[in-house]
């Protein structure tokens, strides 16, 4: 019997008396409602008839409660695709293998259910750059949330755990090495915990390309707690292999395995082949055309980092610069240069990126080889984050693959790692070189069926459009932007800025460009109404909201 309610598929089963459920195909439907994200429990109500022994009920957790949740911790109106099936299956209790890049909204596929179910949530992740990003972020959303690393000292160590055990905190972000520590043991075996969520799972894997003795533990680490909490195993890298190891080390039971939201529609990508004379005039040419934008230049070394850098600034290119062997106040001050928009530039060799999120990088060049697509991507994807065209350029030469081959036999990995490694380069190769859509081999590569020719890459657009595609791309922002009152818009940003500045907080944290022109758009009158605003959560709303109102006012 099928009941239908709004938002809420209740299926209810029955056991006759004289069948039992083991001869029929009742074990299916529970798997068809499993694998599909919905959950079962045994039903309190017992409907009193003479065939019926007892009652299950299969459903899928009511969606307008996560919708809701969505909205007043997150600020967002509707889930991602692929973001809907994991927090259904994490908050009714179901591990979860899910694939997908960073910048896809991982993050809120843990953190929604971690809110909605009873408990602490820990989260399993590799670095402290990522694990103050993310806590500080949840704190403005008004979540309770630490993280327990060697950032602390011993002493906020022993408070914030003490903290934990006492269940101050909904969320709690901790390395892998930390997990099986005494102190970290005691708080998590005497709190109950919601969720256990693994962040860049693939650190499990020694064909990965981050393998981490550390990850090899949490499998020990969910064995010692008194009883198994969901988890959630997360990563962007999914070679069948690496998926396979995953789900063995952590023994995940019947998870839902998903592969989403790789697909960027908003990136253009395109693959150039110079020989290393050629390079730098097209990168002087590209760079001519792209004026004040936002952009990032990789290189694959420090060294080819400064002389780039070095160059680009003598012609007057406000560039920054960033790598491993700057002292750390250079590298925060290139950093938020960056970010505050100071330079509009960043050379940079894959040191930077993690945790930061600039929203409106509008381009991402590759001036070198990258070792693997997994890199590639994660690094393209740093463009266009904002949803608004961007362009994802990478430049090959030959002589990158000689270093590329150098630096994995002097990585000092073992043999096997190598192999796995020049086998990933391999791929990379094949990539610059293939005449098909260059989106759908990207996506086939993370495991994302990708049917057609997307229109939109290197290989689809047509070569008449490729050459003044930058102009083109231009062109359509400009058409597509809505018409807001600008002098308006200007007032907003002052104010955003200022709340920043007061705030020590880059301007986008307070309110992104696009709340802005909504808020010009929309120009809400009340706390009520600006709460509507897409990307305005209930704390952000709260924090700055009458300053916004304010300024809105006074343009009425
Ligand atoms: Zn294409």
Redesign the pocket.
């Known amino acids: 019997m099928v009941e239908l309610q709004p938002s809420k598929l209740v299926v209810w089963v029955r056991f006759p008396s004289s069948a039992p459920y083991s001869a029929g195909s009742l074990p299916a439907v529970f798997l068809f409602y499993f694998f599909s994200g919905g959950a079962f429990e045994l039903s309190k109500k017992r409907r009193k008839t003479n065939d019926k022994k007892g009652i299950f009920r299969l459903f899928y957790p009511d969606d307008s409660a996560l919708c809701e949740a969505l909205q007043r911790y997150f600020g967002h109106s509707s889930f991602r695709p692929g973001q809907l099936d994991i927090v259904r299956a994490l908050t009714a209790g179901r591990d979860v293998l899910a694939v997908m890049p960073t910048g896809a909204g991982k993050s809120i596929c843990y953190q929604l259910p971690a809110l909605l179910r009873e408990g602490v949530c820990l989260v399993v992740s590799p670095l402290i750059a990522l694990m103050q990003d993310q806590v500080q972020r949840l704190i403005q959303n008004g979540v309770r949330a630490a993280y327990i690393n060697s950032a602390l000292t011993e002493n906020q160590c022993r408070k914030a755990l003490q903290n934990a055990a006492q269940g101050m905190y909904r969320i709690v972000y901790a390395a892998p090495e930390r997990l099986m520590t005494p102190s970290f043991l005691h708080f998590a075996t005497s709190v109950p915990i919601s969720l256990v969520c693994i962040d860049e799972a693939h650190c499990i894997s020694h064909w990965g390309p981050d393998f981490r003795p550390g990850y090899q533990r949490i499998a020990e680490f969910l064995s010692l707690l008194p009883q198994r909490p969901p988890v959630g195993a997360f990563t962007a890298t999914a070679t069948p292999r690496v998926r396979e190891d995953i789900l063995q080390s952590l023994q995940l039971s019947q998870p839902l395995v998903t592969t989403s939201g790789f697909d960027r529609p908003n990136l253009f990508?395109e693959v150039h082949q110079y020989s290393r004379e050629e390079k730098l005039q097209a990168l002087k040419l590209y760079l001519s055309q792209k004026s004040s934008a936002s952009g990032i230049v990789y290189c694959s070394t420090r060294k080819a980092v400064d002389e780039l850098w070095m160059l680009l600034t003598a012609e007057g290119y406000r560039a920054a610069r960033y790598h491993a062997g700057l002292s750390l106040s250079e590298r925060q001050t290139a950093q938020e240069g960056f970010l505050c928009g100071q330079a509009s530039l960043m050379i940079a060799t894959n040191a930077f990126g993690m945790g930061v999120d600039k929203p409106d990088v509008r381009f991402v060049i590759h001036y070198n080889l990258p070792l693997d697509l997994e890199s590639y991507y994660q690094e393209a994807g740093r463009a266009g984050r904002d949803g608004l065209p961007a362009e994802c350029i990478l430049f090959y030469t030959q002589s990158d693959v000689r270093t590329n081959h150098f630096l994995i036999e002097n990585s000092g990995a073992e043999t096997a790692q190598q192999d796995a490694q020049k086998k990933r380069l391999s791929d990379m190769i094949q990539f610059c070189f293939t005449q098909s859509?260059?989106?759908?081999t990207l996506l086939r590569y993370f495991g994302e069926a990708y049917g057609r020719?997307?229109?939109?890459?290197?290989?689809?657009?047509p070569r008449a459009q490729r050459a003044s595609l930058s102009r083109m791309l231009a062109k359509e922002t400009r058409q597509k932007s809505p018409v807001v009152d600008s002098r308006l818009w200007c007032e907003l940003d002052r104010t955003r800025k200022l709340l920043a500045r007061r705030e020590s907080r880059p301007a986008f944290a307070i309110a992104s460009d696009a709340v802005l022109t909504q808020l010009c758009l929309q120009r809400p009158s009340c706390l009520r109404e600006l709460y509507r605003i897409p990307g305005m959560t209930q704390t952000k709303a709260e924090a700055y909201g009458k300053d916004f109102l304010k300024v809105i006012a006074a343009f009425s």
């Open positions: 990508f859509c260059l989106r759908r020719s997307c229109g939109h890459c290197g290989s689809c657009a």
